[in-house]
């Protein structure tokens, strides 16, 4: 009786109830097979997990161990055995990422692996693409389990096998994250550290990578319910709602349509320009304007909102998400205004990849101009940014018209907290000697 099967891009995997491990296809380091074939591991018992990545895949035994077959650097380990590897976290694991709890499930992404233990803390290991694990390391490649921090314990995991996309939920508090790198033609989501999402469920949470599209639909699940594996269902079977078109694999909207008079009910006036935008999709894709028509405009006779206050290029790039679900490459500055707005809206994923845009786009030229405005905005997150950057360039950030702008307190914390951050980063060079 087949108790667990899992499947990769050419090869099967498969639990019996009487502990056999089955694979077929083509899986290194074993022998290529069309039928279905016996692989063993020594010091191995009882297995009571089977999980596949695109190239690798992963076993759990019931003390712990962890048995991998596949390519190196897409989520196997190497540990004391070979073909295949067994790793137990006990006696392989590096002494910075040891810990004294065993593994108690194992969930693989496309080219990389994580895991939970019994205290509920989350490793990751594989392929580190753009640091779609979340952990403390810029290497491409991790090798051996690295802690992904997560602001609490979590119960179960879970990964997408066709993306670098990952998963876990708190069953007690419903809190569920997801990080992780997905690039599609319909969906681009990168998260660098775990976020919060609102959904009941590790199946909810990959509705946005689904093919067919899946819809949440939240009003079907109450707050007090939880929904486990027994629950998961597929996407065919789940109940698609117009009402529910939310998510950002689900925005099959022309690009013309936006910013265009035909059709158009509504106009967003900004300082020396205006948006010709559709109330349906703004309802249906923006928080913000949901609640704007729900609670302001109940008439629905208003055809104009003013939006003048706000930085015109950066929130007519917010409206560009709203109808698209893309960010668009806008200026440091006028991103940071973007990011402002994606949080006084309550749009948090926008919010995170607006953040990794500016993380990257922060140079000599812009960064005192973005403290400025971190700093003015209480953004620590981004005054951390800008504030690395320049502890590794002051002399040329001094010339800039943005550090001969500042005002006084402006001048007065930055310079103290560069100077802290020079300090840290000549004694870590020194411990490096």
């Not at 775990?194 to 599209?213: G, I, K, N, Q």
């Not at 509504?266 to 923006?286: D, P, R």
């Not at 909102?305 to 998400?321: E, G, I, K, Q």
């Amino acid at each position: 009786k087949i108790v667990n099967a899992a499947a990769g891009s050419n090869f099967s995997l498969a639990l019996t109830s009487d502990n056999k491990v089955l694979y077929w296809g083509e899986l290194r380091p074993l022998a290529p097979s069309r039928i279905p074939m016996e692989t063993v591991a020594r010091g191995i018992e009882k297995v009571i997990y089977i999980t596949a990545g695109w190239t690798h895949a992963v076993a759990l035994s019931d003390c712990g161990k962890l048995i991998t077959w596949g390519l190196e650097d897409d989520g196997t380990l190497k540990g004391t055995n070979k073909n295949p590897f067994v790793y137990d976290i006990q006696t392989d694991a590096e002494p910075l990422n040891s810990t004294a709890s065993t593994f108690i499930k194992v969930a693989c992404g496309k080219h990389a692996t994580i895991a939970v233990n019994q205290l509920g803390e989350v490793f990751a290991w594989g392929n580190n693409t753009k640091g779609c694990l979340a952990v403390q390391s810029s290497s491409p490649i991790v090798q051996h389990p690295a802690r992904v921090k997560l602001r609490e314990p979590v119960t179960d995991i879970a990964a997408s096998v066709n993306h670098q996309f990952f998963a876990a939920i708190n069953q007690q508090t419903c809190n569920v994250f997801v990080w992780g790198l997905c690039e599609t033609q319909s969906t681009v989501m990168r998260f660098c550290s775990p976020v919060t999402v609102h959904c009941y469920s590790l199946f909810e949470a990959f509705c946005d990578l689904a093919t067919p599209t899946a819809v949440r639909a939240q009003d079907e699940f109450q707050e007090t319910e939880n929904l486990t594996d027994p629950d998961f269902v597929s996407v065919a079977e789940l109940d698609l709602k117009w009402g529910n078109l939310k998510t950002l694999a689900d925005r099959q909207i022309p690009l013309d349509m936006f910013n265009n008079r035909e059709m158009s009910d509504i106009t967003i006036k900004l300082n020396g320009s205006e948006i010709y935008a559709h109330k349906v999709i703004l309802y249906y894709f923006s928080d913000h304007y949901r609640n704007m028509f729900r609670e302001q405009w109940k008439d629905n006779a208003n055809s104009v909102v003013d939006m003048s206050n706000y930085n015109p290029t950066a929130y007519s790039a917010y409206v560009r998400f709203v109808y698209s679900g893309r960010v668009e490459e806008i200026d440091a500055i006028d991103m940071f205004d973007f990011y402002l707005i994606a949080k006084e809206y309550g749009e948090e994923r926008l919010a995170v990849e607006c953040l990794q845009f500016l993380s990257e786009a922060v140079c000599v030229e812009n960064v005192a101009l973005l403290f400025s405005s971190a700093w003015k905005n209480k953004c620590q997150e981004m005054i951390d940014t800008c504030i690395k950057e320049s502890a590794k360039n002051l002399d040329d950030v001094m010339l800039t018209k943005g550090f001969t702008n500042f005002t006084t307190d402006e001048w007065r914390a930055f310079c103290q907290l560069t100077a802290t951050e020079r300090k840290n980063q000549q004694t870590a060079d020194h411990s490096k000697d």
